[in-house]
């Protein structure tokens, strides 16, 4: 099975392996970077890609079912904090704390950043499906990992849920 991510005219089609190191290495960014509402609630998006709570070949998104905000200004920063996050995580920013070396996860991100920057926000946001409401933004963080979780919806971040933990 495999995972999809879409955007416009461009799929991310990923293994359930490459899918974990995607979304793991993205996590790390993200909850480093996340500093307003939106931010918080696209750290939801991410902690329901976890395969070890969600199911095996069962995640993905597509970034025309984001609610990207009500203006041009949230849609600009919405998308900025994606591509800045997206970044962050192709720099190794604390991939000493994964315990693995994440393989070919470059050539993700970089396709992850195509898509992101060839999408365009719908002005409207009743297109959003899946995308996680205001409520539901994952304002936790795990002690031991500080890392986002969507607390008290699991009962710790995507490290603590690893088989060897």
């Known amino acids: ?34 500093s307003e509402d939106w931010d918080f609630r696209f750290a939801t998006l991410l902690t ?13 998104f597509d970034l025309a079912e984001f609610d990207w905000g009500t203006t041009e200004r949230e849609r600009a920063r919405a998308k900025h904090f994606v591509l800045r996050a997206t970044a962050l995580a192709a720099s190794g920013h604390r991939w000493s704390e994964l315990g693995y070396h994440p393989p070919r996860v470059h ?11 060839s999408c365009v926000p719908p002005a409207e946001s009743s297109a959003a499906r899946g995308f996680p409401g205001p409520h539901e933004a994952a304002m936790a963080s795990c002690a031991r990992h500080r890392v986002l979780s969507a ?5 710790g971040c995507f490290l ?3 088989p060897h933990h």
């Open 48 to 60: 329901l890609q976890d395969q070890n709570v969600m199911g095996r070949g069962a995640v993905g």
């Open 107 to 117: 050539n993700y991100l970089h396709r992850f950043a195509t898509m992101v920057e």
């Open 1 to 34: 099975m495999s995972n999809i991510f879409s955007g416009g005219s461009h799929d991310l089609d990923l293994s359930n392996g490459a899918t974990a190191v995607f979304i793991d290495v993205l996590m790390l960014a993200v909850s480093d970077l996340a």
């Open 151 to 155: 607390l008290p919806l699991w009962d």
């Open 160 to 162: 603590c849920h690893r």
